[in-house]
């Protein structure tokens, strides 16, 4: 079925890579940077860890927040 839910993204021509991590099947073996969009977190998520948190997009890549 075609639902149109983004699975992954190259933003900024290669700089930046998201990943979906709903979709993986397997453990994840790669490092986080930060946390984003953590304003619309599920209350029942605990983060954990000392990395950075953003309610949207980290400093640097607000030009990628929708304006509609």
């Known amino acids: ?3 149109g ?3 992954a993204a190259d933003i900024e021509d290669g700089k930046v890579f998201g990943v979906t991590l709903g ?3 397997e453990d994840i073996t790669i490092e986080t940077g930060c ?3 953590i304003r619309s977190k599920a209350t029942w998520c605990e983060i954990k ?3 950075p948190q953003y309610d949207a997009y ?3 890549f607000d030009h990628l927040t929708p304006t509609d």
């Open 1 to 3: 079925p075609n639902c």
């Open 5 to 7: 839910s983004l699975i």
């Open 23 to 25: 979709t993986l099947d």
């Open 35 to 37: 946390h984003i969009f």
């Open 49 to 51: 860890d000392d990395w």
């Open 58 to 60: 980290p400093p640097g």
